[in-house]
T-cell receptor, first 115, second 113 residues
Framework: AQTVTQSQPEMSVQEAETVTLSCTYD???????LFWYKQPPSRQMILVIR??????QNATENRFSVNFQKAAKSFSLKISDSQLGDAAMYFC????????????FGKGTRLHILP | KAGVTQTPRYLIKTRGQQVTLSCSPI?????VSWYQQTPGQGLQFLFE???????NKGNFPGRFSGRQFSNSRSEMNVSTLELGDSALYLC????????????FGSGTQLSVL
C-alpha cells in the first residue's frame, strides 16, 4: 500500500528567508502524481503545486518549487522569500494514475513565519 | 464562479445521533470527494462520487455513507455518532481526471458530545 510521510510536524522560518518542507512516499508504481496542498487558518485547502512522476523536470509555481527525486521517493517543497501569508499547514499528497485508487495525504507540516 | 460550498460550518451532536453534511461542488465539476481531518490521524479519504456513482471508498465503517445527486451536489451521512467522529469534514470537487487539482470547501467542524 502506498504511504506518504512528512517527518516535520512543525517548522519556522524568518520572513523573506527560504524554507524546505520534506515529504517521502512509498509506492511500487512508476507513474503517479504528487501534490502539495496548503491549508491556512480559514481551513480551505488550496493546491500549491503538482508534479507528474513521468516528468523529470521539477515543477515551479512562482516562489514555490519542488525537488522531486523519483528514485529516492522524495518530494520536498521549497518556499522562497517566505511571506506572512505562507503561514499554514502544508500537506503532501500522492495519487496513483489508476482512477480507482484513492488520494493519500501525509499528516502535514505546520509552517510558522516569523516577522 | 462560486467555490465549493459546505454546510453547515459547525455542528454539535451527541453520541448515538446521526448527522448529514452537504457539499455543493463548483459548477461543471462532476467528482466530489470527502475527507475526515483530525489532529491525530491527519487527512483521511472517506469516499469519492462521480456522476452519482461511488467510485472509491476509504477504510471507514459502514456508519459513514454518502450519495451524489444528478446536479453533482453530495451529502455525507454518519449514523450512530461516536466521540471519535469529532473532526473537520472536508469536501472537494474536481472535473474528471486523476491529475485534476482538487478544489476544497471550508469544511464542516463536527463535535460529538
Amino acid at each position: 500500500a502506498q504511504t506518504v510521510t512528512q517527518s516535520q510536524p512543525e517548522m519556522s522560518v524568518q520572513e523573506a528567508e527560504t524554507v524546505t518542507l520534506s515529504c517521502t512516499y512509498d509506492t511500487s508504481e512508476s507513474d503517479y502524481y504528487l501534490f502539495w496542498y496548503k491549508q491556512p487558518p480559514s481551513r480551505q485547502m488550496i493546491l500549491v503545486i503538482r508534479q507528474e512522476a513521468y516528468k523529470q523536470q521539477n515543477a515551479t509555481e512562482n516562489r514555490f518549487s519542488v525537488n522531486f527525486q523519483k528514485a529516492a521517493k522524495s518530494f520536498s517543497l521549497k518556499i522562497s522569500d517566505s511571506q506572512l501569508g505562507d503561514a499554514a499547514m502544508y500537506f503532501c499528497a500522492y495519487r496513483s494514475m489508476n482512477r480507482d485508487d484513492k488520494i493519500i495525504f501525509g499528516k502535514g507540516t505546520r509552517l510558522h513565519i516569523l516577522p | 464562479k462560486a467555490g465549493v460550498t459546505q454546510t453547515p460550518r459547525y455542528l454539535i451532536k451527541t453520541r448515538g445521533q446521526q448527522v448529514t453534511l452537504s457539499c455543493s461542488p463548483i459548477s461543471g465539476h462532476r467528482s466530489v470527494s470527502w475527507y475526515q481531518q483530525t489532529p491525530g490521524q491527519g487527512l483521511q479519504f472517506l469516499f469519492e462520487y462521480f456522476s452519482e456513482t461511488q467510485r472509491n471508498k476509504g477504510n471507514f465503517p459502514g456508519r459513514f455513507s454518502g450519495r451524489q445527486f444528478s446536479n453533482s451536489r453530495s451529502e455525507m451521512n454518519v449514523s450512530t455518532l461516536e466521540l471519535g467522529d469529532s473532526a473537520l469534514y472536508l469536501c472537494a470537487s474536481s472535473l474528471v481526471g486523476v491529475d485534476e487539482k482538487l478544489f476544497f470547501g471550508s469544511g464542516t467542524q463536527l463535535s460529538v458530545l
